[in-house]
């Protein structure tokens, strides 16, 4: 991997995170056209640069995460259950599902038909909950649970813990936040823990690569995360649905 496609990963990482789309997914795909192999440091890379987009949540949400112990504990429990399947199942993760084109694209030709379908029969009523502090334990476990089915590349965090948040209740802005702020100790995990497995072992031009995608994950998920708060205080899903599936149909056509 050379400087220009770390920035270009980076910036469909800043991009992706955020939205019900796969970020994992989007970096197997662009890796696969921009003919980068699946290595150990390219998996590593994919995992590590989300850091850059998790630290624009941090500078977004600062005060509510200082201030705010009730959603600090809400996050805190919600990771849970990520957390132990991320730790139990992490070499399946890496040397199986993570680089794997199939189950990328399959993943995310299924969760587009799932969010148009979730975005045609999901109503907001008025008793739904406008504020992660309102959420019970168990209903932070339960999303929780929800954010744990996206260790398959393509299925899309950020997906995953929406609806899981809409499903136990929330409204669409507060679902989006939460699932913003779970991304901060999800991602501090998984990269702590690929850190570790690999001993910290890059050499200095990898760890010049991973600066610069650092860097250009931070600086694009800035912009990407306003406008996807204010997009979807008007608008539904069903948009990313049909994105992702023209997305999966592609590459089938691309690969065959």
Do not use: C
């Amino acid at each position: 991997m050379d400087s220009l496609q770390s920035i270009i990963l980076s910036v469909v990482e800043g991009i992706t995170e955020f939205l019900p789309i796969s970020s994992t997914g989007h970096l197997v795909l662009t890796s696969e056209l921009l003919k980068i192999p699946q290595t150990d440091f390219v998996k590593s890379f994919e995992v590590i640069i989300q850091l850059g987009a998790i630290l624009a949540v941090v500078i977004l949400y600062w005060k509510r995460l200082l201030t705010d112990r009730r959603a600090l504990l809400n996050i805190l429990v919600a990771f849970i259950p990520t957390a132990v399947v991320g730790f139990t199942l992490y070499r399946l993760i890496k040397d199986v599902l993570l680089g794997n084109v199939w189950i990328t694209i399959w993943a995310l030709f299924l969760g587009g038909i799932v969010l148009i379908l979730w975005d045609t029969f999901y109503k907001e009523k008025a008793h739904h909950l406008d504020d992660i502090n309102k959420l019970s334990y168990k209903q932070s476990f339960l999303i929780g649970l929800f954010q744990s089915i996206s260790i398959v590349p393509g299925v899309s965090r950020a997906g995953a813990t929406i609806i899981g948040g809409l499903t136990i209740g929330l409204k669409r802005k507060a679902a989006v936040e939460f699932s913003f702020l779970l991304a901060i100790p999800t991602m501090l995990g998984a990269t702590g823990l690929d850190l570790i497995t690999s001993n910290f072992s890059f050499t200095a031009q990898e760890w010049g690569i991973i600066s610069l995608g650092l860097i250009g994950s931070f600086i694009t998920a800035l912009f990407a995360v306003k406008y996807f708060v204010r997009y979807v205080e008007h608008h539904g899903f069903t948009v990313f649905g049909i994105y992702r599936i023209i997305l999966a149909l592609f590459f089938i056509l691309f690969l065959l």
